[in-house]
């Protein structure tokens, strides 16, 4: 999902400051490193509603307590344009016992067709008649459907993370691994 979604990520200390702000985070926000560094996360999101606690305090207290959590809630560009962001936050302790928020944060939208996506792919892949298969870099198995596996002769799960070499035999003299190598070290379709 990583490669299909811009990630964000910031850390916020315990007084909810900014204390990380990576590259995705200046990209995602519009602020450079040294306007926000050592500043009040709250910068990030709207006006606090009518309790008080602004986003970041919820983010940065869900954090340490739940250990982990996720969120879909507002965010402020630096132009002053609010978006839907997704949040994952979590806390990492350092060698000094002191503990950072380290958050994780993508546009709603792109999140929304990467689900979308994600969703046709799998009923493509329970209801294809014809055999599928995904393949790493490495040309190893990682997905692959019921259908291949009847071809094969195989169960899915004993494809996982092994060379498509363990059950494709060609007659190319390998020109058809080369071109699935091209394919995945180009990034580009064939």
Request: glycine share 8%.
């Given at each position: 999902m990583l490669e299909h979604v811009a990630v964000a990520v910031l850390g916020m200390d315990d007084e909810d400051r900014i204390c990380y702000w990576?590259?995705?985070?200046?990209?995602?926000f519009g602020y450079e490193a040294g306007d926000v560094l050592s500043k009040p996360?709250?910068?990030?999101?709207?006006?606090?509603p009518v309790d008080g606690t602004s986003a970041a305090e919820r983010l940065a207290e869900r954090g340490r307590t739940l250990g982990y959590w996720r969120v879909r809630m507002p965010a402020l560009h630096q132009d002053g344009t609010v978006f839907d962001c997704g949040f994952r936050v979590f806390p990492?302790?350092?060698?000094?016992?002191?503990?950072v928020i380290v958050g994780l944060?993508?546009?709603g939208d792109e999140l929304?067709?990467?689900?979308?996506?994600?969703?046709?792919?799998?009923?493509l892949f329970e209801t294809c008649p014809i055999g599928l298969v995904m393949l790493d870099e490495d040309l190893r198995y990682v997905h692959l459907n019921q259908a291949l596996a009847d071809m094969d002769g195989i169960p899915i799960e004993d494809h996982i993370g092994r060379s498509m070499e363990d059950f494709m035999i060609t007659s190319d003299g390998g020109?058809?691994?080369?071109?699935?190598?091209?394919?995945?070290?180009g990034g580009s379709p064939w």
């Open positions: 990576g590259p995705g985070a200046q990209r995602l996360a709250a910068a990030l999101f709207p006006a606090a990492v302790t350092g060698d000094q016992g002191r503990t944060a993508s546009r929304d067709r990467v689900k979308t996506n994600l969703a046709f792919l799998d009923a020109e058809y691994q080369r071109m699935l190598h091209t394919v995945a070290d």
